[in-house]
DNA sequence: TGGAGTGCTTCGGAATTCGAAGCACTCATC
DNA sequence: GATGAGTGCTTCGAATTCCGAAGCACTCCA
C-alpha cells in the first residue's frame, strides 16, 4: 500500500506534531475523497464498484485506499455481504457534516450575484505592499 | 502556478461533473490544509508567515496556493495591513466546521476505550468473500 | 547602513493520485 | 458446463500535487 499511516487522535499526525483530535481530524477528513466518501456512504451501503461510480468513478486504488484508512478510523465497516457502512460514529461524522453542506448553499448563493469579475488574486495589481 | 482550478459552485469539479454547490464545498475542502487554514485564520487575522508557522510550518508554496484559492472562493481577504483574515463567507464556514470540531472529540474518546488491536483491514482473513 | 522580518517565487525531488488493465471469483443464462 | 456480465481488489507507470530549502524584493527599526 502507500504511505502516511491513518490519522488518529492522540498520536502525531502527517505535519503536526500536537497529536490534538482537532488535527488529526483535519488531517483525515483533508485528504481527497474522505468528506466524498463519507458523505456518499452515509445515505445508504454501498459495494466498492457501486461506491466508486458514486464517486464520480473515482480511481480504485485511492478508493481502496480510502476505505482502509476509514475502516481503521472506525468510521466505516463491511457488511456481511461485503458492502460498505458507516458505523455509528461515521454517521455521527457525516451529521457533523451537515451544516458544512448547508454552508456550501450559502456560499453558491453568495457567489451567484457577487462579481466573480475581480481580479481575484490573480497576478494581480500591488506585487509587494510594503 | 500549479493546476486544477479553485472549485466553485455551479460549475464542474475535479471528479465531478454535476457541479452541485456540495461537490465543489467538498473539493475545496477536501485538499490538503485547507480546513486547517480556515481554522487557524478564524481566531485572528495573521500573516503569510505568522499564519505558515501555525500550521506547523507546512510549505510556503502550498500556502500560497490555499490562500489564492480561498480568496478566490471569497472566504478569505487581505487586509490594508497585508494580513489574511475570513471574510464574513468565510466565518460561516469555520463555524459550519464546529460540530466536525466536536465529533473529532468524540471519535478520540471512542477510540481510547476501543481496542485498537484487531487487525483493521490489513491484509485480514477472508480475501474474497465470493 | 545594517540586520531582522515580511510576502512571495522558484525549482528539484518526494509523495500522492490517477486510470487503465488484469486477477480471482460469483451468479445467472444459455 | 461454457459463456458473459458483474464484483472486490491489485498492480503499475504516468500525471499531479506537495514539500522544503533557497532566494528576491522590500520595509522597518536600531
Redesign the interface.
Known sequence: MNASPTP???RPVR????GR??????DL????????II?ELGSEPLGFRLLQRR????SSSVLRQR??EL????LAEVLRD?SYTLTP?GH??R??????????????A???D?P?TAA??AGDGQRN?F
Request: hydrophobic fraction near 45%; proline fraction near 5%.
Open positions: 488518529m487522535p492522540g505535519g503536526s506534531t500536537t483530535s482537532v488535527m488529526a481530524a483535519l477528513f483533508g485528504r481527497r475523497w474522505t468528506l466524498r458523505w464517486c464520480d468513478g473515482m476505505l482502509t475502516q481503521e478510523a472506525r461485503g460514529l455521527d461524522a451529521e457533523a457534516l451537515g451544516p458544512v453542506i448547508e454552508w456550501s448553499r450559502r456560499w453558491a453568495e457567489l451567484a457577487a466573480p481575484e488574486g505592499r
